[in-house]
């Protein structure tokens, strides 16, 4: 019973996780790169979420980071870095459109990449799932957004090296995440990404106009959305989600990014209820539960426990 609450703390967790990223392309391309350069953008989130987590650790127990866990911190804030850097570069060369398009093919990169460096066995339960989940983002996408230009060979590469950054990072990070706090992991990689970050945005912020001030209220407004949502609480909670499942579990839930994204455009008024999004929805929902209940390597025995 204990088991399957703590799944449940790593699904409600995840899910959050995954409506703020849901929210964070609009966000992001209604800054990038008009106001800001995508280099700044990323060097300005590393130096916020860094901030932001180092002020936190001060109000939680010290944690002391074993040597043998260092390299693996080291790696997941390199790897972070690199997740959102290529996530901000996309947007000058693509538009939000493919940045869900693509996203939508994580899970499978996650489960073929924890097959191929964890040796969890990729069941027909689990590929069906993992496919049947990506229909249903796709479905979203194409019928939901009208397929423009902007899909340039760069953009999509850059959408494409966004999501193995992001797929190593879930299997890279997913063992400390079961030793040590959301905070503490965090403080450590946001404080190594800003320093591979910020020597990158430096030639660039002097030309930056948010820091000449000449941007509307509403470009501050989606900046500190992203600063605060999709930087700090999406990366405290996303080690809460790694703690108690899987990482292809976990990566399923970004189908639910294209879906998230439809639903803020109908309430805005951008677009209108229509029959592929419940349908969406279903299949995302379907792909998840089949997914999630995919015995994974070492999970009978630790059921006997």
Known sequence: METKSRKWVGH?????VYVIFGINPNC????VPEYISPHAFTAARMLFGSAVFWLLSLFFPRERVERRDV????????VLAGTLVAFSLAFRYTSPCYVS???ATSPLFVMLMAALFLGEPISMRKSLGVFVGIAGALMIVLFSWKIDANATP????????????????????????KKYSPVT????????????????????????????????VSAWLNFFTVMIFSTVVAYFLLPIGLRHLRPTTVSM?????????????????????????????????????LVTTSRAKGDAPAEKK
């Open 185 to 216: 992991l965090m403080k450590w990689m946001f404080f190594i990404g800003s320093v591979i970050c910020l020597p990158l945005a430096i030639p660039v912020i002097p030309e930056s106009p948010m820091l000449q001030g000449a941007v509307p």
């Open 253 to 289: 839930y970004s189908n639910l990014q294209p879906l998230v994204t439809a639903v803020v455009a109908i309430a805005a008024g951008q677009d209108i209820f229509t029959w592929n999004k419940p349908v969406a929805l279903l299949l995302i929902a379907t792909g998840v539960y």
């Open 101 to 103: 398009l693509v996203s």
């Open 28 to 31: 992001s391309e209604a800054v």
């Open 154 to 177: 760069t953009g999509l590469l850059l959408c494409f090296v966004n999501i193995l950054f992001y797929a190593a990072y879930l299997l890279i990070t997913r063992a400390v995440t």
């Open 71 to 78: 390299w693996t911190i080291l790696v997941g804030g390199v």
């Open 12 to 16: 409600l967790a995840v899910l959050a």
